[in-house]
Every structure is written in structure tokens, then in C-alpha cells.
């Protein structure tokens, strides 16, 4: 088990950080938004004044050359430096990011899977990856994202939902959501970078997004969720509808409205009507 010494370095950093006002939280209201099967998702209102971050804009400088050295937690190997979420939700929030730069488009490389595998045994939780600006991506610079997590603690919201089909394969057939996601059971004994690139390759296959051998960049967008116990891929059509952008934690369970929200369509239809139609299209 891990010590959570990054989780630890992570908040005392993030204490500089905010006395330094390097660090913005967002402040939200948080509300139970009722799903299928049980499930509650987490629905976050932002309070304050939307993040550029945030905003439908054209191209955008890039945070991470250089990155804020008041955000820096530490280096990991010789290719990666992990530091805070500039505008967090969740204190410790964390960005794995590429020391040089990587598109984020790109296709993950076996050396990320072992830079995050690294993190991931001191300091576990859910890490999420979104492949670009159709999945929610806010930057272009290659960054992973860590909501850490104590051993034993719900990971998310909809963590039953993916540990039910992390046994059985894609469908090609039934609820869209179904089609759009694939997902692979995890041992967390044996999560290695290499185990964990393979993964990601297998699943990417397996939603038609393609391999790194057979094309330079990915054929579709997506979104990556991943613990101990499973990793989950979600190919992607759009960003958002009704004035909700939706990444990865969109599908964990975790959705955040803004001023240009449309609130009443979300309690009408249900938060996973939201998640499909930003998911892939029909074949």
C-alpha cells in the first residue's frame, strides 16, 4: 500500500500556493442529481465567475511552457513533473504533465503509463484523461489528472456501474452508452506501465479508435477513467449540449453547470441522456 506522501506534499503545497494566490479554487453548490440504477451523479453549479479555462475561445497559450513553479509537487522520472490543478474543485487536485512538450491529441506513450503507475503507488484515485477539445480538454499540452483518494474510498459516483461491465466486452448493440464505452477489469498488484499501456491499447482497438501502429493520431476523440481495480474508455462525438461541457468526470459521475447551463433540461432528461449525446455516434 502507499504512504500517500505525494497526497501530503500535494496540500502542503497547496497551502503556499494559495497564500501566494497561485492557487484558485472554484467555489460550487453541490447537489445529488438522481441517474439509473441507484446511481446518483454529483451535479456541481460554478458560484463565481466562469474560468477562461471554462469558456467556448479560440486557441489558448500554453499553461504548461513553463508551468507555475508555485503549483510544482515534485518530478517523476525524467519525463514528467506533477503539479496542482490551477483551478480545483477538490484540494490536491493533480496534473501529470509532460516536462517537454506532448500534444494532448496525441497518442499516451508506454513512458506515461509508467510515470502515472509510479504515482499511483504512494498516492492512488481516480485519474481521468480527456484526448482533446471534443472530450473536454482544456489545454493542449499532455497532462493526466489525479482526484486522489484513500485506499477503500469510493473512487466516483458511478464506480459500480463500470466495475458491472468491466468483466464483459463491448456491445455493439442496446443503450448507446454501452456501444460508446469499453472497459478492463485492473489488478492493482499488477499495475505496471507496461500493463497499463497495453490496456489502453486493447480498448482503443476495441472502440475503433486505432493504434499507434496502424495511424499518428488517434481516429476519434476520447476520454480515459481509471483505478486500481479498472480503466474505462469513452469515444467521444462533441463536448457538450444545452451549455454543459463534459470531460471525463462527466462519465464518473461528476458534471459541473455554469451560468449558460440548461439546468431544466438535465432534470428532465437524466444525467445519462447528457452523457449520450456527447458520446459517439450511431455507426
Same mark, same amino acid.
Given at each position: 500500500?502507499?504512504?500517500?506522501?505525494? +497526497?501530503?506534499?500535494?496540500?502542503?503545497? %497547496?497551502?503556499?500556493?494559495?497564500?501566494? %494566490?497561485?492557487?484558485?479554487?472554484?467555489?460550487?453548490?453541490?447537489?445529488?442529481?438522481?441517474? #439509473?440504477?441507484?446511481?446518483?451523479?454529483? @451535479?456541481?453549479?460554478?458560484?463565481?465567475?466562469?474560468?477562461?479555462?471554462?469558456?467556448?475561445?479560440?486557441?489558448?497559450?500554453?499553461?504548461?511552457?513553463? *508551468?507555475?513553479?508555485?503549483? #510544482?509537487?515534485? !518530478?517523476? =522520472?525524467?519525463h514528467h513533473t506533477l503539479i496542482l490543478n490551477k483551478f480545483?474543485?477538490?484540494?490536491?487536485?493533480?496534473?501529470?504533465?509532460?516536462?517537454? +512538450? #506532448?500534444?494532448?491529441? =496525441?497518442?499516451?506513450?508506454?513512458?506515461? +503509463?509508467?510515470?502515472?503507475?509510479?504515482?499511483?503507488?504512494?498516492?492512488?484515485?481516480? *485519474?481521468?484523461?480527456?484526448?482533446?477539445?471534443?472530450?473536454?480538454?482544456?489545454?493542449? /499540452?499532455? /497532462?493526466?489528472?489525479? @482526484?486522489?483518494?484513500?485506499?477503500?474510498?469510493?473512487?466516483?459516483?458511478?464506480?459500480? +456501474?463500470?466495475?458491472?461491465?468491466? !468483466?464483459?466486452?463491448?456491445?455493439?448493440? =442496446?443503450?448507446?452508452?454501452?456501444?460508446?464505452?469499453?472497459?478492463?477489469?485492473?489488478?492493482?498488484?499488477?499495475?505496471?506501465?507496461?500493463?497499463? %499501456?497495453?490496456?489502453?491499447?486493447?480498448?482503443?482497438?476495441?472502440? $475503433?479508435?486505432?493504434?499507434?501502429?496502424?495511424?499518428?493520431?488517434?481516429?476519434?476523440?476520447?476520454?480515459?477513467?481509471?483505478?486500481?481495480?479498472?480503466?474505462?474508455?469513452?469515444?467521444?462525438?462533441?463536448?457538450?449540449?444545452? =451549455?454543459? !461541457?463534459?470531460?471525463?468526470?462527466?462519465?464518473?459521475?461528476?458534471?459541473?453547470?455554469?451560468?449558460?447551463?440548461?439546468?431544466?433540461?438535465?432534470?428532465?432528461? $437524466?444525467?445519462?441522456?447528457?452523457?449520450?449525446?456527447v458520446a459517439r455516434n450511431h455507426p
Open positions: 500500500m502507499g504512504t500517500e506522501q505525494i +497526497w501530503k506534499q500535494a496540500l502542503a503545497c %497547496s497551502e503556499t500556493a494559495l497564500a501566494a %494566490s497561485a492557487l484558485v479554487p472554484l467555489p460550487t453548490s453541490v447537489h445529488a442529481l438522481a441517474g #439509473a440504477d441507484g446511481l446518483d451523479f454529483e @451535479l456541481r453549479h460554478l458560484t463565481g465567475t466562469t474560468p477562461k479555462h471554462l469558456r467556448a475561445a479560440g486557441p489558448r497559450p500554453n499553461p504548461f511552457r513553463p *508551468w507555475d513553479q508555485r503549483l #510544482a509537487v515534485r !518530478s517523476v =522520472g525524467e480545483p474543485v477538490q484540494i490536491g487536485h493533480m496534473l501529470l504533465i509532460t516536462s517537454e +512538450w #506532448a500534444p494532448q491529441s =496525441g497518442w499516451l506513450m508506454e513512458r506515461d +503509463w509508467q510515470a502515472l503507475a509510479s504515482v499511483d503507488s504512494d498516492t492512488t484515485g481516480l *485519474w481521468f484523461f480527456n484526448s482533446g477539445p471534443d472530450a473536454g480538454a482544456s489545454q493542449p /499540452h499532455r /497532462h493526466l489528472q489525479l @482526484l486522489p483518494r484513500h485506499v477503500g474510498q469510493a473512487v466516483c459516483p458511478r464506480d459500480r +456501474w463500470y466495475r458491472m461491465r468491466s !468483466s464483459r466486452p463491448c456491445r455493439s448493440d =442496446g443503450d448507446l452508452l454501452e456501444q460508446s464505452c469499453a472497459v478492463a477489469a485492473m489488478d492493482a498488484a499488477a499495475c505496471s506501465g507496461e500493463r497499463l %499501456s497495453a490496456t489502453y491499447r486493447n480498448l482503443c482497438r476495441s472502440l $475503433g479508435i486505432g493504434s499507434p501502429e496502424e495511424m499518428d493520431r488517434p481516429r476519434h476523440p476520447y476520454n480515459i477513467l481509471l483505478c486500481r481495480d479498472w480503466m474505462a474508455l469513452v469515444r467521444r462525438s462533441r463536448d457538450g449540449v444545452h =451549455g454543459f !461541457s463534459v470531460n471525463a468526470l462527466g462519465f464518473a459521475g461528476y458534471l459541473l453547470a455554469t451560468e449558460s447551463s440548461d439546468r431544466d433540461w438535465l432534470t428532465a432528461v $437524466g444525467p445519462e441522456e447528457l452523457l449520450r449525446q
